[in-house]
Structure formats: C-alpha cells, structure tokens
C-alpha cells in the first residue's frame, strides 16, 4: 500500500515540476534549461517566508508571485530574441540558471539549509501510515492540473494560447498578440517552477544547486509527453512509478537513472512518446 | 573524353597557390605553436605551467564539441563522458593493478576501445534516421549523466565521489608534461584545421546546413555522424588519460554532465565553428578561472555565466569572429573571393556510376499513403522504362509530391511495392535509393545556403568520389549534363559564389545540376524549371530529352506546364486525388475530355463519374 502512495506521490511531485516546463515547451518550443534555476528561486523563497517567521503556507503564493516577476524579466531581455534559434535557448535558459545559481550562492552561502514544512507527522491512510505532508502534495499537483486545464480550454486566453500552440503564423494572422502569449506563458511557466521548488522544500533542503536533478527529470518527462498536460501525468506516473519500482527492489542509483534512461528508450522507438499521435 | 574542357580553367592555378598558402597558413601557425609550447616552461610561473597543462588538454575535448556542435551541428553535452572514461581507464588500472609500461599501453588502449566502443552505441542511439536534432541532445546528455552515476555506485572500485587519487603514473617532470599535452594540442588543433576545410569537411557543414538533402545526394548521414562521434570520442578519451596521469587524480566530475555544458559554454564563448576561438576561450577561462577562484570565486562564476548569455543572445558565432574580422578589415578584406576548383568533363560511363539497366527502371504495385484516415495515394501501379520521359500532371493535392517521395524513401508509403531498376526499395532510406538510381529534386530550390556552387557540386558527388580528409581537390568532374545546366543558367561563372546570394531560379538549376552530378538513372523532378526563364527553361527542356534519348536515363516530371510537358514527354500520367485516371501519350492526355474537366474543377469531374 505504501508503495503505491509512494508512486502516486512521486508522479504528484514530478508533475508539479514539470508542468511549467511544459507548457513553456508547449507554446514557445523553447526548452527552458534555467526552469531548474527558478525551481531554486522558489526554494529560497520558501526558506525567506519560513526565516521571516511567516507562515510556511504563505511561502507558495510568495513563491509562485516571485517566480513569475522573474520569468517577465527573463523573457524579454533573454529569450525573445531567440524564439528562432531553439538549440541556442537552451544554452542561454542554462547560462541562466548558472546566474541565478551563483546570485543565490552570492547572498545566501552554498551550504544546505532546511525549510520549516507547513504540516508535520504522518497519518493513517487506507491502512498505512504515511506522510501527510507527501498526501497534501498530490492534492496540490491536482489542482494545478486542473486549474492548467481550466485556463486553456475555459478562457480567451486559452484559447489563443492553443491557437498559437497549433499554427502560431496562422494564429498571428488571425490578429493574436503571439507576443503576448509567449510573454504570460513564459512568465506563468517561471512561476510554477519556482512553486514547485516550494512545495518540495519540506521534503529535502535547498542549496543553490538544487534544481539541476529536477530539471532533467522535468525535461525528460516533458519530451516523452508532447505538448499534453494528460500525457503528461501518464508519463509521470509511469516514469515515476519505474523509478519509485527500482529505487526499491534494485538500488537507488539505478533508481535515480530510471527515468533519463527510459525517456531516451522510449523516445528511440517512439518519438512521439506518451503524446498519442 | 576528359580532355573537353568545360569550362573556365583559369582559376585553377590561383585556387591551387591558395590551397597551398592555406597549408603554409596552417603549418607556420603550428611551427609557432610549438615554439611557444617549447619556451613555455622556461618562462612561465610553475603554477602557470601546471595549469597551462590541464587547459592544453580541456582544449582538446573543446575541439572536438567544436566539430561537433559548430560544424556538424549536433549540440552535444557529452564529449565529459568520453574524457571521463579515458581518465578512469588510467586512473583505475594504475589504482588497481599498480603502474607499469605495460599498464599503461593496457590502459590506453582500454580507454580507447571503451569510448569508441561507447560512442558507437550513443551514435546508434542518437542519430538514427530521422532523429531530430533534439533528441540527438538528450542522448549526449543523458551519457554523462549514466557515466557519473555509475563511477558514484562503483564504491571502493572507482572510488565513488571522492573518486581515485595518489596512484602512481609516469616519472615525468612537470615540464616535459606541458610540452607533451602543448604539442598535442597543436597536433589536434592543425589537423582539425586541415579536416574542416577538406572536402570531408564540407560535408559536415553540409550535414548542419540541411542534412535532408546529404540523404537524398545519397550521403548516409547517420553513418558519418557515428564515425564522427566515435573519432572525436577516441580524441576526448585520450585527453582524459593524459589528464589522469598528470594529475594523479580522477573524480566522477570530470565525467558529469556539468563538465559537459561547462565545455559547451567555453566553445561558445571563443566561438563556434572557428576552433581556434575554442582553443584560445578554454585557455583563457580556464587559466582565470585557476587565478581568479580563489579570490572571487562566486563572482568569477557569475562573469562567466552573464558573459555566455551576453554572447549566446548576441554574438551567436561568438568572440573569435569579431577579432578576425577586425583582423581582415586592417589587411583591406583581401580574400573575400572564395577559392573555386576547374571545371572538368567527368569520365562518364554514360550514367554507369550507379545501378543501372533493369528490366524496368521504375516499377510500383498497390502503392497506397494515408495520413490518419486521409488518404492521400491508393492503389498506384505502373512501370516505366529506360529511356522514358515522362511526366505527372494533375491538379493541386492529386498526390504527385507525395509520390515522388515514396519514390525516393522506402519508408514514405504505408503500403505496396516499389521496385527501382528491380531493386525493391522495402524500407530502404533515402541515401540507400540513391544507391539503386535514384535522384531526387524536391519542388522548392533545396540547397546548401553556406557553402559555395563549386562546395555544393562536390557535395554531390561524395558517393561517386570519396572526399579527400586533408585537402580540397583542385577540380571539379561533373557529368555532361550537369555542366549543361550550369552553363545554360550562367552558374559555371559563379562557382565561387555562396548559394544563398543566388536567384531562386540560379538554385532551382544549381539543384538539378546536383542531382544530375549524382549520375542517376531514374531521375524524379518536381516541378524543375519553376522560376526560370522561358530560354532557360527551353534549355533544361532539352538536356531532359537528351538525357532520355543519349543516355537512357528514365526522368519522371512533376510539372504545371503543360506546354512544358507537351514538348517534352513521351508518356503522361493523370493523377486526381490520388488515383491514376489516366496513363498514355500526350495525344491521349490532350484530347481527353477527362484531363480538361479535372483541371476544369473537381465538381464537374464527380458530376460526370456519377
């Protein structure tokens, strides 16, 4: 039982990692290599709510606003100009993430520190005993995913933003601001980064590297999923749920390779990954 | 035969005295190098010269992303990997079995044998036909990933984090050191240089401009790929070694994926594409970064993550080009006129060069396509022979482009046979068709916008004559018929031009001209004459017939004009959605009443069907 809660967990919390990285994917076919810099941003910022004395619930909004002020920033003065040169975005979004690695080494020392997590202790679940805080993690990933979904299929902005996903000439054409709807993606991209680094403070500890492991995870799982939000959440449970597997009944290094390794198989004998066409 | 002489000879003699100043040019350097490299230790601090070593041989993996990434075009991260696996193949034998002259042969060859061995299984992985360039990334990626991770489960083996130290390696002083790793520096360095501007060289810049079109000139580009990675691997995997038997030290961060973009970042900074930029960026990042670590050592790494930024967003081609171009302003842009070969009448075997002279040139049965549930091609059958001219007509979206393309790539169509001078093509790629015969020109102009006329014809002609490693050949042999169309549109004056200041017109003949210089025999032309001028376009008219008639080619033409088709063809084909409706003489398709109402409209045409 606590097995298949640590898979479910586990998916939980590499889709709250991923789904920025994705829909940034998505709408720019930018893969944005500093998304690991803006997950340490969120960690930091959890780790100044919580040193503030604030409440440890309080350090996600924070978390979410600060990362999506830094994404505007970023998106105009670094990756506009490289919307036509994909393979030159990553090296820049990864420059990026080196300067946002170092500004935080630069103010906060590159020693491990801890966050105060909002809830403590485990609770009986279906039988099992389990960390409640993990448990609120998946409530968390589910409601990002459906308020993602909400966004593009409910709204104006939605809907241009799927426009321009499909035909972005077509849809500018057609009087669509692409500008603008890379700017709000690329900015809400940062921000769910830099939250998703706040969720998953209270599970580990933040140092100024912590988001390079959780990048390429994100990356990998993004790649096998297309441009879906559902594959997304099927890769996540598969990869997660092989890595949760092997970590277990094999070793944990191979655990940690699990998903790099099987994305790279998967995508070899089917590029479109998880997607469906 | 090979006496014709074609073309303006003249510029060969002063092409040849610039191959050779170009080879001064790399020898004088290089003598100057050495020079340096020998004076080095004499001059220098010691800690200088310690550092100078492990940047001589950073330099080297840096050269090898250099071919990698900024010829070839493939991103990779992964040349750490390949550095790390001839570190530890030193570092663990010598730990493990204790250091002699025969360890260290063992050891070497060991590190050699595994990277090469590595870089075939990656090359497999990443670059199979039809991978993006993408997914090319990620392999390079996830290999140093694999490599650290498992150098950190070895455990007492490899050492794990804290890796392998205090083993012993070659009695050699710190000086003698330095001139070994200077010199293979140097070494790699001209050797890359003359490589790059071979004629084996041209093709990687090929390969990175459009490698679709390499595949269809009949240049297995995965394979070239793979040879490359694996060479460049064995060039990485030595360096580490040197790197481990100097420095006593090895750690799986000299394999990690970190190291990986941290090589990337230093061939971006001295600029790509240039490997001198390379070279001189690693030494200098390199050596600061010793000096300076200590006093600034956040900072340090910060100037250089906002200077990668800096020079990514706006000095792609990055630092090297702006230094020599200031460089060529101040000797008065003296060589702007590329260096361009002689012309030269190939030794034709009348288009022999490649399998030819089935029983039928061309043979489909029930070929079909579909996208999805669309169907796009169903049920097409027929043969066409030696000697045949004949062209595909039809209205927009009949399908003729997309049978041209299951003509060419075996794995277009979703099901029948297509058989190529009695070769089934199966499943077969692009560049396996144009072993059977096959050339293919596409409907929009598909060339080489970077390299010149001349660099594009030998392009061409790779599978017929293999390329030279070392130097440019000084002549060009075409096929007659090539040289035909390139005199017809003007192109034989412009053979040292870049094709990306030609007309349209200029690149659709500069295409067909390539294809011809393929010595096919069944030639596949969509819509070839699109955007020249009526002469011009007469003139291909006639070296087609020529071809048809003299050498027995077999051409299969897509073509909108149907005056253009009328004068040449010997068969019509009538394709409408998909289907044949008619297949016959140009008697036939003019007075049928069929053809008229299709291109009249599709409405008229189901009208009269029911």
């Known amino acids: 039982m606590s097995q298949l809660l640590d898979i479910v967990t586990t998916a939980a919390i590499l889709y709250a990692v991923a789904a920025g990285l994705l829909i940034v994917f998505g709408v720019m076919k930018i893969i944005n290599f500093a998304h690991g810099g803006f997950l340490t941003v969120g960690g930091y910022s959890a780790l100044i709510v919580t040193e503030l004395g604030g409440n440890p619930w309080l350090s996600l909004p924070f978390a979410l606003v600060v990362g999506c002020v830094l994404g505007m920033i970023v998106e105009r003065l670094v990756v506009r100009p490289l919307y036509a040169r994909p393979l030159d975005a990553i090296l820049a979004t990864w420059g990026l993430g080196i300067i946002l690695g170092q500004l935080i080494t630069l103010y906060f020392g590159r020693e491990v520190q801890f966050v105060e997590s909002p809830v403590k202790g485990a609770i009986e679940f279906a039988g099992a005993s389990y960390s409640q805080y993990r448990l609120i993690l998946v409530l968390l990933a589910v409601a990002i995913a459906v308020l993602l979904g909400l966004v593009l299929n409910g709204t104006r902005l939605g809907l241009q933003t799927r426009a321009v996903i499909m035909n972005e000439n077509l849809a500018r054409g057609l009087g669509i601001n692409s500008g603008l709807v890379r700017f709000i993606t690329f900015s809400l991209g940062a921000g769910l980064a830099s939250l998703a680094g706040a969720l998953i403070t209270p599970l580990s500890s933040v140092d100024p590297n912590m988001g390079v492991p959780w990048l390429v995870s994100a990356f990998m799982l993004v790649l096998v999923s297309g441009m879906s939000l559902v594959s997304l959440a099927l890769a996540c449970l598969v990869l997660g749920g092989a890595q949760v597997l092997v970590s277990t009944y094999g070793n944990p290094i191979l655990g940690g390779l699990t998903i790099v390794v099987l994305a790279a198989l998967i995508l070899r004998f089917r590029p479109q990954g998880f997607a469906r066409e | ?610």
Not at chain 2, 17 to 37: H, Q, Y
Not at chain 2, 100 to 122: D, K, M, N, P, R
Not at chain 2, 486 to 498: C, E, N
């Open chain 2, 1 to 610: 035969m090979s006496s014709v002489p074609a073309a303006p000879a003249a510029p060969a003699p002063a092409a040849a005295a610039r191959r050779r100043s170009s080879v001064r040019l790399v020898l004088g350097f290089s003598a100057a190098a050495l020079v340096l490299v020998a004076i080095g230790p004499a001059i220098l601090p010691d800690f200088m010269v310690n550092n100078l070593i492990r940047a001589f041989l950073y330099a080297v993996v840096a050269l090898t992303v250099d071919i990698l990434w900024g010829y070839t075009g493939i991103l990779t991260f992964g040349q750490s990997a390949f550095f790390g696996i001839g570190a530890y193949s030193a570092g663990l034998i010598f730990t493990h079995m204790g250091f002699t002259f025969e360890h260290a042969a063992l050891a070497f060859s060991a590190g050699i044998v595994v990277s090469a061995a590595v870089a075939a299984l990656v090359g497999w992985l990443a670059f199979y036909q039809g991978a993006s360039p993408l997914y090319a990334s990620v392999v390079t990626l996830v290999l140093p990933i694999i490599v650290a991770q498992v150098l950190y489960s070895g455990g007492n083996f490899t050492g794990s984090s804290s890796g392998l130290s205090g083993f012993e390696s070659f009695d050699i002083e710190m000086h003698t050191w330095f001139w070994i790793a200077g010199t293979f520096l140097v070494i790699v360095t001209a050797g890359a240089w003359m490589f790059v501007r071979s004629d084996a060289g041209r093709v990687l810049v090929a390969i990175r401009e459009n490698e679709a079109r390499c595949e269809y000139l009949g240049i297995d580009v995965s394979r070239v790929k793979i040879l490359l990675l694996v060479v460049t691997a064995v060039i990485a995997a030595i360096a580490g070694y040197a790197f481990a038997s100097v420095q006593m030290v090895v750690a799986p961060e000299y394999a990690g994926f970190v190291f990986g973009t941290e090589l990337v970042i230093w061939v971006a900074l001295g600029g790509r594409g240039t490997l001198i930029g390379p070279v001189i960026g690693t030494l200098l990042i390199d050596v600061s970064t010793a000096y300076l670590s200590g006093d600034l050592p956040y900072y340090w790494k910060l100037i250089i993550g906002v200077a990668f930024v800096l020079v990514i967003v706006a000095l792609p081609r990055g630092i090297a080009p702006l230094v020599t171009r200031l460089f060529r302003r101040a000797r008065k842009g003296g060589e702007a006129a590329q260096d361009s070969p002689a012309l030269r009448k190939a030794q034709e075997e009348p288009f022999a060069g490649l399998a030819g002279g089935g029983h039928h040139a061309i043979a489909l049965a029930g070929v079909r396509k579909h996208f999805g549930s669309l169907q796009v091609l169903e049920g097409i059958e027929f043969t066409a022979q030696r000697g045949e001219l004949l062209s595909l007509v039809g209205p927009n979206g009949a399908g003729k482009t997309t049978l041209m393309r299951c003509l060419a790539d075996g794995a277009e169509r979703s099901a029948g046979s297509v058989l190529i001078n009695d070769h089934d093509i199966a499943r077969a790629p692009p560049c396996q068709c144009v072993a059977f015969g096959v050339g293919r020109k596409f409907q929009n102009a598909n060339t080489f916008d970077a390299l010149t006329v001349a660099e594009s014809l030998r392009i061409a002609r790779t599978r017929l004559e293999a390329p030279s490693l070392w130097t440019r050949a000084g002549s060009l042999d075409l096929p007659d018929a090539a040289l035909k169309v390139m005199q017809a549109t003007g192109l034989d004056q412009r053979l040292g031009m870049q094709v990306r200041h030609l007309s349209h017109g200029q690149k659709q003949a500069l295409e067909l001209a390539m294809v011809l210089a393929l010595e096919p025999s069944v030639l596949l032309l969509d819509e070839p004459t699109a955007g020249l001028t009526k002469q011009e376009r007469t003139q291909i008219g006639q070296i087609l017939t020529e071809l048809t008639a003299k050498h027995g080619l077999c051409v299969l033409l897509v073509e909108h004009d149907l005056d253009f088709v009328r004068e040449i063809s010997s068969r019509v084909i009538v394709l409408h959605q998909g289907r044949i409706v008619l297949d016959g003489t140009v008697t036939d398709v003019v007075e049928s009443e069929l053809v008229r109402t299709i291109y009249a409209g599709g409405g008229a045409m189901s009208a009269r069907l029911a």
